[in-house]
């Protein structure tokens, strides 16, 4: 154990007791893409105590091309994001606890990890990213923001009680509607934002608390331009957020909506208030072309790949349109 450890130890920012913390530690991954991927190997070779990683998605062919924990074989099972990086995860690291929840990032989930020392984003939406916000809030962790498209990327570390949250800084956040889909991404800027977040949780979690980046750092790998924008300025005093009496707006069951198309995918998620069971579907649907692996169903449904999960989330593919995807739903799943 010494030995596997030898060299962060070794280093003087971490040492012998910063690595007894990291030890100890218990982190939260929101998502298992592209950024969760490559914070979650980072840390699970750092040696973190307990990893939890949460995705809603499964591993598709154009994934592999940055997202580092998938390979072919995942691609080809479609398997669900959070069991293909929890198994490979165990086979990297065999002494952190890892658990991978298939699922969507809730304020329900977050609230029963109110305990963990530090919550990663590795999201691609920024809906779910205000949820964690607030609830990172509520509950006193720090976040560690992270974002990349096309060859750029910024990363922000939110510390409750001190530094503005994701809400106070909102309209200095730049990029606006640009997605993977849209722009595409390259390796280079997610691993650099990966790396950048990553600093920041090992900081964090060694004790390091002085050496954290002040400020939102910027950069593009392919224009060589990197730069720091202050931000301390930005906190609000009334912020709903992070103000004197915040309220937590993120966390309102009616900032959630039942539909959301998922960047870069051409596919619209459904959560439906009720879900149906697979020995249902497995009736309902048995005219269908249908596929199953342990933890999803696929149909095709007029021309639409449409993925079913256990937790009742539905995966429209080939569509843009929430009502479009909806409607389909309803048809032929249930309403
Ligand atoms: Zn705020």
Same mark, same amino acid.
């Given at each position: 154990?010494?030995?596997?450890?030898?060299?962060?130890?070794?280093?003087?920012?971490?040492?012998?007791?910063?690595?007894?913390?990291?030890?100890?530690?218990?982190? *939260?991954?929101?998502?298992?893409?592209?950024?969760?991927?490559?914070?979650?190997?980072?840390?699970?070779?750092?040696?973190?105590?307990? $990893?939890?990683?949460?995705?809603?998605?499964?591993?598709?062919?154009?994934?592999?091309?940055?997202?580092?924990?998938?390979?072919?074989?995942?691609?080809?099972?479609?398997?669900?994001?959070?069991?293909? +990086?929890?198994?490979?995860?165990?086979?990297?690291?065999?002494?952190?606890?890892?658990?991978?929840?298939?699922?969507?990032?809730?304020?329900?989930? *977050?609230?029963?990890?109110?305990?963990?020392?530090?919550?990663?984003?590795? *999201?691609?939406?920024?809906?779910?990213?205000?949820?964690? %916000?607030?609830?990172?809030?509520? +509950?006193?962790?720090?976040?560690?923001?992270?974002?990349?498209?096309?060859?750029?990327?910024?990363?922000?570390?939110?510390?409750?009680?001190?530094?503005?949250?994701?809400? /106070?800084?909102?309209?200095?956040?730049?990029?606006?509607?640009?997605?993977?889909?849209? +722009?595409?991404?390259?390796?280079?800027?997610?691993?650099?934002?990966?790396?950048?977040?990553?600093?920041?949780? *090992?900081?964090?979690?060694?004790?390091?608390?002085?050496?954290?980046?002040?400020?939102?750092?910027?950069?593009?790998?392919?224009?060589?331009?990197?730069?720091?924008?202050? $931000?301390?300025?930005?906190?609000?005093?009334?912020?709903?957020?992070?103000?004197?009496?915040?309220?937590?707006?993120?966390?309102?069951?009616?900032?959630?909506?039942?539909?959301? $198309?998922? /960047?870069?995918?051409?596919?619209?998620?459904?959560?439906?208030?009720?879900?149906?069971?697979?020995?249902?579907?497995?009736?309902?649907?048995?005219?269908?072309?249908?596929?199953?692996?342990?933890?999803?169903?696929?149909?095709?449904?007029?021309?639409?790949?449409?993925?079913?999960?256990?937790?009742?989330?539905?995966?429209?593919? %080939?569509?843009?349109?929430?009502?479009?995807?909806?409607?389909?739903?309803?048809?032929?799943?249930?309403?």
């Amino acid at each position: 154990m010494n030995e596997r450890y030898s060299r962060q130890t070794r280093f003087p920012g971490i040492g012998p007791d910063g690595q007894a913390r990291i030890a100890s530690a218990e982190i *939260l991954i929101a998502g298992a893409g592209a950024l969760g991927s490559a914070a979650a190997e980072m840390l699970v070779r750092a040696g973190v105590g307990t $990893v939890t990683i949460v995705d809603r998605d499964y591993v598709e062919f154009s994934n592999l091309q940055r997202q580092q924990l998938y390979t072919e074989a995942d691609a080809e099972a479609r398997m669900p994001k959070a069991a293909a +990086a929890e198994k490979r995860l165990k086979e990297i690291n065999s002494s952190v606890e890892i658990t991978g929840i298939i699922g969507e990032i809730t304020p329900e989930l *977050l609230e029963s990890y109110d305990h963990v020392d530090v919550i990663i984003d590795g *999201l691609d939406n920024f809906e779910t990213r205000m949820v964690i %916000n607030d609830a990172a809030q509520k +509950a006193g962790i720090p976040f560690v923001y992270g974002a990349c498209v096309s060859s750029y990327g910024l990363s922000y570390t939110v510390l409750p009680g001190k530094k503005p949250c994701l809400q /106070c800084i909102l309209g200095t956040v730049p990029g606006g509607g640009e997605t993977c889909d849209t +722009a595409g991404i390259i390796g280079p800027a997610v691993q650099l934002t990966a790396s950048y977040q990553t600093a920041e949780v *090992l900081k964090l979690l060694a004790g390091a608390e002085d050496q954290l980046r002040n400020g939102l750092i910027q950069y593009d790998v392919w224009a060589n331009e990197t730069r720091t924008m202050g $931000v301390d300025r930005l906190k609000r005093h009334d912020c709903p957020s992070c103000g004197e009496n915040p309220v937590y707006p993120n966390l309102e069951r009616g900032a959630r909506t039942q539909t959301a $198309v998922l /960047c870069g995918r051409d596919t619209v998620q459904i959560r439906p208030a009720k879900h149906v069971a697979f020995e249902e579907l497995r009736r309902t649907l048995a005219s269908y072309e249908l596929q199953e692996n342990p933890y999803l169903m696929q149909v095709k449904l007029e021309g639409h790949r449409v993925v079913l999960f256990h937790d009742g989330r539905a995966l429209v593919h %080939n569509t843009q349109e929430p009502s479009a995807a909806l409607s389909l739903y309803q048809r032929y799943i249930g309403s």
